[in-house]
């Protein structure tokens, strides 16, 4: 089954610690998104990624960061300078080229700073 | 820049009643326009879409308009079931960068 997987479900993270949330897919995507959900509001766009090798800061960035090694992965680091990471983590992906703007998202990942 | 702009939740209906969740947009050029739906702990999931103006987007008995002149993308549907509780956003793209949500909208339907 071609998808977006998100690991782990649930993480929790002690203050001062440095988390990394897995997103991979097995769609052949080129661009790849992170995405914050804070409850009762939308998403904002943390980073994103074009093409492998290259990413993009969106208008959350500040205390996060990516990687794309690989066109499958696009790993977030959730490092000590987010000052308040609780929140639901959700990764999408969109074929590059073409004329669709359609995104598609995995599961999510719920961090909880203790 | 982009933004949109969602009717506050939650709507609540009883079964079979009709559904209007309201959704206007501010962008710059033509931006492709979407509704996802998210259940309780679940990431966001396609309900439809309209990339130009007029076009209407349709998906499991939910519909939306693609109305330029007033800026505007209204998610209806004309009997709600049970199973149609959620959170309903509506979105954006412009230049193929990254969707800009609303804030979502529940809907609680009752039996």
Known sequence: ?114 | GNSVTQMEGPVTLSEEAFLTINCTYTATGYPSLFWYVQYPGEGLQLLLKATKADDKGSNKGFEATYRKETTSFHLEKGSVQVSDSAVYFCALSARRRALTFGSGTRLQVQP
């Not at chain 1, 990687?67 to 999408?92: D, G, H, I």
């Open chain 1, 1 to 114: 089954d071609g998808g977006i997987t998100q690991s782990p479900k649930y993480l929790f993270r002690k203050e001062g610690q440095n988390v990394t949330l897995s997103c991979e897919q097995n769609l052949n995507h080129d661009a790849m998104y992170w995405y914050r959900q804070d409850p009762g509001q939308g998403l904002r766009l943390i980073y994103y990624s074009q093409i492998v090798n290259d990413f993009q800061k969106g208008d959350i960035a500040e205390g996060y960061s990516v990687s794309r090694e690989k066109k499958e992965s696009f790993p977030l680091t959730v490092t000590s300078a987010q000052k308040n990471p609780t929140a639901f983590y959700l990764c999408a992906s969109r074929p590059g080229g073409g004329f669709t703007d359609t995104q598609y998202f995995g599961p999510g990942t719920r961090l909880t700073v203790l």
